[in-house]
């Protein structure tokens, strides 16, 4: 029913409950409520700790890789730059040696009247061609042992132009190896003493430098290792799991036992409410 004109419409009261006193919570009831949320808090907060403590370990083993990571690159760089100047020096000493050979050999030809011949020393024959080229025509077959006489010095390629005839010959082949020999007639083998010593000394050089070389590619190698594989990363994380399970347990076990008890209690006082 709805009421008159300009009359206000009543506030509903509260309805008070009464409880009777085997209804209303008892006071280890309530003592065990406050200690189930504190025990929950004291989780919580467990937990928030172990998480903190896990992030900073992570964060300083980051920074501890980070630093070695810069430590690594500063002895790299120093490493190089010892293996550059080791290899430095050895140049101005190599250049020394180099042209020292040079000189041994322009007087040994001097001394000798080089005539600028060279002996096949290729089995069974080689070819002479028409032009400095391996595809070139084939001008004519030079044996083993022959001696032949040439224009000039080798070009860069170790070709030679043949007096006379002007055909071309290779003196050195990249296959095959040595074709002509210089020849020095009665003098031959003191040429080769003197050509097996400059060929050994160009050996420890070259043997050397690959050996300098070699080091350099090894600092290039120096590195931190790297970090866990993703089947170990899910190896961590179940560890770290157990770990925070076996430091939650000893509070999840009294927070069970509280609740238990909590709910016994009010198990038996609602069991006599209903008597």
Same mark, same amino acid.
């Given at each position: 029913?709805?009421?008159?004109?300009g009359?206000?419409?009543?506030e509903p009261r509260?309805? =008070? +409950?009464?409880?009777?006193? =085997?209804?209303?919570?008892?006071k280890?009831e309530r003592?065990?409520?406050?200690?189930?949320?504190? /025990?929950?808090?004291?989780?919580?907060?467990?937990?928030?700790?172990?998480n903190?403590?896990?992030?900073?370990?992570?964060?300083?083993?980051?920074?501890?890789?980070?630093?070695? !990571?810069?430590?690594l690159?500063?002895?790299?760089?120093?490493?190089?730059?010892r293996?550059?100047?080791?290899?430095?020096?050895? $140049?101005?000493?190599?250049?020394?040696q180099?042209n020292?050979?040079?000189?041994?050999?322009?007087?040994?030809?001097?001394?000798?009247?080089?005539?600028?011949?060279?002996?096949?020393?290729? /089995?069974?024959?080689?070819?002479a061609?028409? /032009?400095?080229?391996e595809?070139?025509? +084939?001008?004519r077959?030079?044996?083993?042992?022959?001696?032949?006489?040439a224009?000039?010095?080798?070009?860069?390629?170790?070709?030679?132009?043949?007096?006379?005839?002007?055909?071309?010959a290779?003196?050195?082949?990249?296959?095959?190896?040595?074709l002509?020999?210089?020849?020095?007639?009665?003098?031959?083998?003191?040429?080769?003493?003197?050509?097996? /010593?400059?060929?050994?000394?160009?050996?420890v050089?070259?043997?050397?430098f690959?050996?300098y $070389?070699r080091?350099?590619?090894?600092?290039?190698?120096w590195?931190?290792p790297?970090?866990?594989?993703?089947?170990?990363?899910?190896?961590?994380?179940?560890?770290?799991?157990?770990?925070?399970?076996?430091?939650l347990?000893?509070?999840l076990?009294?927070s069970?036992?509280?609740?238990?008890?909590?709910r016994?209690? !009010?198990q038996?006082?609602?069991?006599a =409410?209903?008597?």
């Amino acid at each position: 029913r709805l009421p008159a004109p300009g009359r206000s419409v009543a506030e509903p009261r509260a309805v =008070a +409950v009464a409880l009777t006193e =085997a209804e209303q919570e008892s006071k280890e009831e309530r003592e065990l409520t406050l200690l189930i949320r504190q /025990k929950q808090s004291d989780i919580e907060q467990a937990r928030r700790k172990w998480n903190n403590r896990r992030q900073r370990l992570r964060g300083e083993r980051e920074e501890e890789e980070s630093a070695l !990571r810069q430590l690594l690159e500063k002895d790299k760089q120093r490493e190089y730059e010892r293996i550059e100047r080791e290899m430095n020096g050895l $140049r101005d000493n190599f250049e020394y040696q180099v042209n020292a050979e040079k000189k041994w050999m322009d007087e040994f030809k001097r001394d000798s009247k080089h005539k600028n011949e060279w002996i096949c020393v290729f /089995k069974p024959a080689m070819v002479a061609r028409k /032009k400095p080229a391996e595809d070139g025509v +084939v001008a004519r077959r030079i044996q083993l042992d022959e001696i032949v006489k040439a224009k000039g010095e080798p070009t860069e390629d170790q070709w030679i132009q043949l007096e006379g005839s002007g055909d071309w010959a290779l003196t050195w082949h990249q296959k095959h190896g040595r074709l002509l020999q210089r020849w020095f007639g009665p003098d031959q083998q003191k040429f080769l003493d003197l050509q097996k /010593k400059i060929e050994d000394r160009r050996k420890v050089r070259n043997q050397t430098f690959v050996d300098y $070389r070699r080091k350099k590619n090894e600092v290039e190698q120096w590195a931190i290792p790297p970090g866990p594989t993703k089947e170990e990363e899910y190896e961590i994380e179940d560890e770290e799991a157990e770990q925070l399970a076996a430091t939650l347990e000893p509070l999840l076990k009294e927070s069970r036992e509280l609740k238990r008890r909590l709910r016994d209690l !009010r198990q038996r006082r609602l069991e006599a =409410a209903e008597e």
